[in-house]
Structure formats: C-alpha cells, structure tokens
C-alpha cells in the first residue's frame, strides 16, 4: 500500500541554493503531510558544506559531483544521470528546486523525464538578455517551462512568467527564502555572546577591527560576465577609494575560482585597508553585512538580503533580475566601470541624504514567512500531484 504522505525530493548544490532551501526544509519537516528527503550534488563543495552545517540538513543522497576547472557540459551530464538514478529509486511526488544554477535546470529535466511534477521556488526573474548573467538567465528561463508551480518572489517575477505563457493558475506570489533564512541567522547573533565571537574572529584571524570612526564597505564578486576586464576595472576601483578616502575599509571574501582571485590579489594584495579573506560561512558573513555601511556586489541573494539590514546596494554589473531593488532605490546599478564604481560609492559615503534614501527604503523581497507560504501551497496542491503521479 502506497505512504499516504506526499513525498518530496529537494534538491540543490550550490552555497545560495542552499541557504534559500534550508527554511522550506525546516518547514516541510514540521508538517506531517510530507515525506522530505534531500539531495546534493555538490556542485559547490566546501561552501555548500558550511550551509549544511549552520542549519542542520542531512542529506539522504550527496552526488559529491564537484571537480577542479570543471566544466558546464561535464557538471551538465553528471547532473542528469546522478538525479535520474535518485528518482528512479525514490518515486517523488514531487520535486522542489531553487533558482537559476545547472543544477535547478537539469534536476527539472531529469523530474520531466520521469513525469514528476516540479516546484520551482524563486521562479520568474529575468533579465532578458541571454548571456547575461550566463548560464543562469537561459537555466531558470528553461527551467520554467518545465516546472509545474511556480513560486515567485515578487508580482515583477509573477507578470515575467505569465509574459512567456506560462498559466497564472501555476503561479504563487510567496516572497524570497532567503529573507527567512537571514532572520533565522540575524536572530541568533542578538545574543552577545555570537556577535563578541565574529569580532574575535575578524580580529584574530584577519587584524579587521570594526570601529565607529572606520565606513566598512563590503565587497563581493564572482560572476563569469565580469571576468578579465571587468575585475581588473572592479579592483581599480576599490584601490582608488581606499587611497582617496582614510576611513574606510573594504573587506572583500575571494571567490575560489581562480578568473576571480588572479586579478584579485596581484591588483589588491597588501593594499592598505584592503582585507582579502577567504570565503565566509554564512553565519561571519551575515555577521558582516550587519556591521557593514554599505556594500558592492554582483551577487543576486544579497541584492534581496541587504535592504532587510538597512544597507544600500551598488551592484556591480549592467543588469539585475531583481529590478525591484533598483525600482526601489534599495539598489543602484553601476557596472563594471571603475570611474563610476567610486563615484557612486563616494556619493553614499559623503552625501547622508543619499544614503538614507537607500538604507531606509521598503524590502521588496520577503517578510520571513516566504517558507511557511510554499509549504501551505504544496499541502493544499499535494492531492493534485499524487493524482498526477497515481495516473502515469
């Protein structure tokens, strides 16, 4: 006789992913209608670990499919056959996958495969250009096509999906997991005793003491759009603020992949008030976007983070899925262009009205409760997918 629970199947691989599935996780595990079992593919390995770790999931399968200089056909191919394998075995009744990365896509065809239904969670952002970001704008687009329920974080996302013809019936406007997840980190580091511990860490381990009289300004950047030209432009920038201007420093987590930490390090080694420092767990890294004033990324998930903390966005890019950040002035667009890296830069950190214009405006994002609204969602639609899975 077949459980009479819905049986899910998340998957994900990557440090975002995880950190945007850990709340659904969480919140699937307390209601009694579902079976839950996770599946890695390491597609990121140490980065995703530390995420396992903070809050706690244990996998029932790990593909462990992370390799040096790794490439999109060979993860692409390992993907599909690893995830087969597993569905094969598990018979889901349905899948969840996050986002934009290879494999949201290809864990979505192998479910297609199978005639499993998909859950896509953060589905509808784009950016309508093909190659920007790469591969990911072109991963999520397909991967629309081939989910069932569409969970989109805002109404923006909602009108980009039902734009491609995809049934507004399908489409649930629940906000971003990734607020829920960083309430559930900013909610532990109120305890002194957390918030003593970073600041121990960042002195010992990298000499970075936080002070009034010091702006820290954040710094992250991976993308493979900004490779060559764009970091060097990128790390010109910050050389130039950090020379211009006495009291600020930038703290700047390297990615591992060397197109990032070449340019990195031979342009911004042993530069004042620089601190190159290995990639965070997310819990320090939280840490840092809290006593940061503002931050420069090309990152997605932190465009979403960062109004929740109060601190203005300049993205490092020339386009963004998430215009509503941008519509909302929680965000400001800037490219890769050094001149106007520091321009803007120096605008927030000398001009107060601007800043406040940034730092005080509404999160488009989320509440914290984005989790709670999927899983309410999949309880009211779970007798519609088993029908679906009893039918095939």
Not at 125 to 137: A, H, I, N, V
Not at 253 to 270: A, C, D, M, R, T
Not at 272 to 292: A, D, G, R, T
Request: proline share 4%; glycine share 4%; aromatic share 8%.
């Amino acid at each position: 006789m077949r459980n009479t629970k819905t049986k899910v199947l998340i998957i994900f691989g990557t440090r975002p992913e995880a950190i945007k599935m850990a709340p659904i996780i969480k919140e699937l595990k307390k209601n009694n209608c579902f079976e839950t079992k996770v599946c890695v593919t390491a597609q990121h390995r140490e980065m995703l670990d530390h995420v396992l770790n903070l809050f706690k999931i244990k996998p029932q399968y790990d593909l462990n499919l992370m390799t040096n200089n790794q490439t999109l056909p060979d993860l692409t191919s390992k993907v599909l056959l690893g995830i087969t394998d597993i569905i094969e075995k598990e018979k889901p009744d349905l899948i969840f996958v996050q986002g934009d990365t290879t494999t949201t896509f290809i864990s979505a065809l192998a479910a297609y495969y199978k005639k499993i239904p998909i859950g896509h969670i953060e589905a509808g952002l784009r950016t309508q250009k093909k190659y920007s970001p790469f591969p990911e704008e072109i991963n999520r687009r397909l991967t629309s096509h081939l989910a069932d329920i569409h969970f989109a974080p805002t109404e923006k996302a909602k009108n980009n999906l039902i734009k491609e013809g995809i049934s507004e019936a399908s489409i649930f406007v629940t906000g971003n997991t990734v607020i829920d997840a960083l309430k559930w980190v900013i909610k532990n580091q109120k305890e002194t005793s957390i918030n003593e511990k970073w600041k121990k860490f960042f002195l010992s381990k990298y000499n970075i003491l936080f002070s009034n009289s010091i702006k820290t300004i954040l710094v992250t950047g991976h993308r493979r759009e900004s490779f060559g030209e764009g970091f060097k432009n990128i790390c010109s920038a910050l050389k130039q603020l950090v020379e211009n201007n006495q009291d600020i420093q930038i703290i700047y987590p390297v990615h591992f992949n060397p197109n990032v930490q070449k340019p990195v390090y031979s342009i911004l080694g042993n530069t004042k008030n620089i601190y190159l420092v290995k990639p965070l767990e997310y819990e320090p890294f939280v840490f840092l976007m809290n006593k940061s004033y503002l931050i420069l990324t090309d990152s997605g998930g932190i465009q979403e983070e960062a109004p929740s903390l109060g601190k203005p966005v300049l993205v490092m890019r020339d386009t963004t899925e998430r215009s509503e950040g941008i519509k909302e002035r929680t965000a400001k667009l800037v490219g890769t262009n050094s001149e106007k890296i520091v321009k803007e830069t120096e605008k927030l950190l000398y001009y107060e009205n601007e800043y406040k214009k940034m730092a005080r405006a509404i999160n488009p994002y989320g509440d914290g409760k984005t989790a709670e609204r999927i899983v309410c969602t999949a309880k009211k639609l779970s007798n519609e997918w088993r029908k679906i899975h009893e039918k095939k």
